[in-house]
């Protein structure tokens, strides 16, 4: 079993920063890719960015050169920068696991994004 738990969300202005935090425990030693998710009210849940075990990244068109995503392993944390908000980055953020030896996915319970114009 794996627990995630989000952190960092909150209210801020157009042009401000977060840093969100998902603490994960559990057997993460099987664990491989890690990435974010958003849902916005009345839309699907949709791919904000992921890394790999090895650190390779990738980011949705919509957020790449504002998010960065890292990890790291020794503190089992996942983070994910977001500079430069826009109101349309207003969201709830989810962080999701990835059992390497089954693709089984983990989430977490989510954390609450808003920007303000």
């Known amino acids: 079993q794996v627990q995630l738990v989000e952190s960092g969300g909150g209210l801020v202005q157009t042009g401000g920063s977060l840093r969100l935090s998902c603490a994960a425990s559990g057997s993460i030693f099987r664990l491989n890719n890690m990435g974010w998710y958003r849902q916005a009210p009345g839309n699907q849940r949709e791919f904000v960015a992921f890394i790999t075990s090895g650190g390779t990244t990738n980011y949705a068109d919509s957020v790449g050169g504002r998010f960065t995503i890292s990890r790291e392993n020794a503190k089992r944390t996942l983070y994910l920068h977001m500079n430069n908000l826009k109101p349309e980055d207003t969201a709830v953020y989810y962080c999701?696991?990835?059992?390497?030896?089954?693709?089984?996915?983990?989430w977490g319970q989510g954390t609450q994004v808003t920007v303000s114009s």
């Open positions: 999701k696991a990835v059992v390497s030896s089954t693709g089984y996915n983990y």
